[in-house]
């Protein structure tokens, strides 16, 4: 076919390059001169040439688009086996198909896996935490900062351990404990505290039972733990439960519900009335002013903070107390609380520690411990005072006063008592070789354990005698 078109188009100029030579110059002289006619000529012959080059070019695209043609189904062809996989015509997405095609595969396999896995995780999650299992609960208290607060940990619904560990979270920079002693039902529980150093918000806690290894039964306080409130702590802090095993004595578990605690910062402190956190004669100025009359605009919490002799009102007894605390009076307390106080002057060895009630905001019940170090005094007797004298203390019941490890009290009644005074005396009788040792005699309370008619609770100072020399 190109051949063909070739020798035509030659033909064509030879023709007519023949009949302009034959042309008379008689016959050139109508218009255009002999050099014109060659010029004319040269054009035909340029335009000629031009168009056989295109129909060349045009010729040589045929064949390209031919050989892609060709090309192409030669790649369906190739493509065939494989069925319909269109992309496979297209070389650069061929080798990304198959290498996605097993990174799916690998891909898959983990969402069986997970189920597989979820069910053994699941199942032992499931059982434990309910309320109807034996339940460990961290106790819950209120407290300033610069107080030492103690926080019970213990257990109800016991089915019987031979063993436990626990971890406890806590805010660091608000808490420091201080301090983790036996309860109860339980004797020499280990803990990361006691190798000191810096246990950074984490108390470990671990109890084997080495003497007898069989199950140990009944409710009651595990450990107890002090927290001292560090200055600036605020809000309420809460202590997580964040590990907790027990086993009996066939080295099951004993799946138990956990509860939380919390340490309450208290938002104001009694005689603190201008916020500063100092009592100081800032403050007794400021009662000076109101009692004067003048118009102080006091927020609440203002209000409660010069309220120091608690009943609700601001008057002279307020000022006195303020006064009083001020001049370094021993044992004034401002606002509710409890004072002890040590006696031994009676000689014999014995000491007599009292609890008062000072500033009584109003109670309908309540409950609380007198601890006393037992490796020092032992108890010998106990006398009721006159407010709450028809409590019930845990020697009540006709337990040898002298085995017990605290002295307890429980009081309840349907209204609001606004009595102080002596609520009790216990006399201790101190242990052969502790003369002239010292001893803190202190008073533990916690969340619930004092409340009003209305059920809130009535936070009570505590001024305890601490550092006792003994006779
Ligand atoms: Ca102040
Ligand atoms: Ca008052």
Known sequence: MRSFFKSFVGKLIHLALMLIMTMSPTSLAFGASWTDIKQIDLREQADLQERADATEQADSDAQNVSDEQADLDERVDACRPILVNPPCLYPTQIPAEPTQVPAEPTQMPPPPAEPTQA????????????????????????????????????????????????????????????????????????????????????????????????????????????????????????????????????????????????????????????????????????????????VLDLTPAQFQAADVFTDGALDTRDAILLKQYQAGWGGVLLGPGFRVTADSTGGGGQIKVSVFLKNNPGIAGLNFKLNFDSDKVTPVSLTKGSVFSDAITNIDDGQDIGSLSYVSAAWASPNDIWDDGLIMTVTFQTKPGAAGAFADFTIQYASGDIINQKTDDVILQTLNAIHIALP
């Open 119 to 294: 069910p053994p995780s699941a199942e032992p999650t499931q059982t434990p935490p309910s309320p109807d299992d034996p339940i460990v609960e961290v106790g819950s208290v209120f407290g300033r900062p610069g107080d030492v607060v103690y926080v019970d940990i213990s257990i109800f619904g016991n089915t019987g351990f031979a063993g436990f560990a626990m971890e406890l979270e806590y805010d660091a920079l608000m808490l420091e404990p201080l301090s983790i002693s036996d309860g109860a039902i339980v004797s020499g529980v280990e803990s990361n505290l006691r190798e000191g150093g810096n246990i950074n918000g984490s108390m470990r806690t671990s109890w084997v039972s080495m003497v007898d290894p069989t199950n140990t039964i009944g409710d009651g306080v595990l450990y107890t733990i002090g927290f001292k409130i560090k200055e600036g702590a605020a809000g309420e802090l809460p202590l997580t439960p964040i590990k907790t095993e027990f086993f009996d004595e066939i080295l099951d578990d004993m799946f138990v519900y956990t509860e939380p605690g919390l340490i309450t910062i208290e938002d104001f402190i009694y005689g603190d009335i201008n916020g500063d956190s100092l009592v100081d004669i800032r403050d007794l100025i400021l009662i000076n002013q109101i009692l004067s009359g003048w």
